[in-house]
């Protein structure tokens, strides 16, 4: 059973979205140990009201420390676009599997090299919690994929 981690630019909050999230966390947890972790403080909150260099420069900087514990994987639009069963091939790459999703103004083009992976979800834009859905939505899928189950048909 791997472990996957979605690192994101939010806020944590308690709305009609979290049900959903948890949901999909749960019909996963029979393959997968998924962890969400909303990463925001003070410097991000000033950053962003500097400029889009200062806080992507923010985010970097409360993103980078997890690289070093698994297979790193970032949403970002310009992302190479991926089916749900290329998706689920990369949920077979490692024990801990990380996924990173920026914040307004995106990702600094250094953080992104250092990923092992850019996807795009689509070529919209997403609100996090909509990001969060659709992204828990393919990891389901993808873990159904890889273990047989039905779900993806």
């Known amino acids: 059973m791997n ?3 979605i690192y994101q630019i939010a806020k944590s909050s308690n709305d009609e979205f979290n049900k959903i999230i948890e949901d999909f966390i749960k019909m996963s947890s029979k ?3 998924i962890e969400i972790h909303n990463l925001f403080n003070k410097k991000i ?4 009201t500097i400029s889009d260099i200062e806080a992507k420069k923010s985010y970097s900087e409360v993103f980078e420390p997890f690289l070093n514990s698994g297979y790193n994987i970032a949403l970002d639009v310009l992302g190479k676009r991926v089916d749900s069963f290329e998706f689920a091939k990369l949920l077979q790459n490692s024990a801990v599997i990380n996924f990173y999703i920026g ?3 995106g990702f600094e083009a ?3 090299q250092k990923c092992d ?3 795009s979800l689509s070529e919209l834009t997403f609100a ?3 990001a969060n859905i659709v992204l828990l939505e393919q990891v389901f899928r993808g873990l159904c994929i890889n273990n047989n189950h039905p ?3």
């Open 45 to 48: 909150a000033k950053a962003q």
């Open 3 to 5: 472990k996957i981690n």
């Open 110 to 112: 250094n953080f992104l």
């Open 151 to 153: 779900y993806h048909k």
């Open 128 to 130: 996090h919690k909509i």
């Open 117 to 119: 992976k850019k996807i």
């Open 103 to 105: 914040g307004a103004y």
């Open 31 to 33: 393959y997968s140990k």
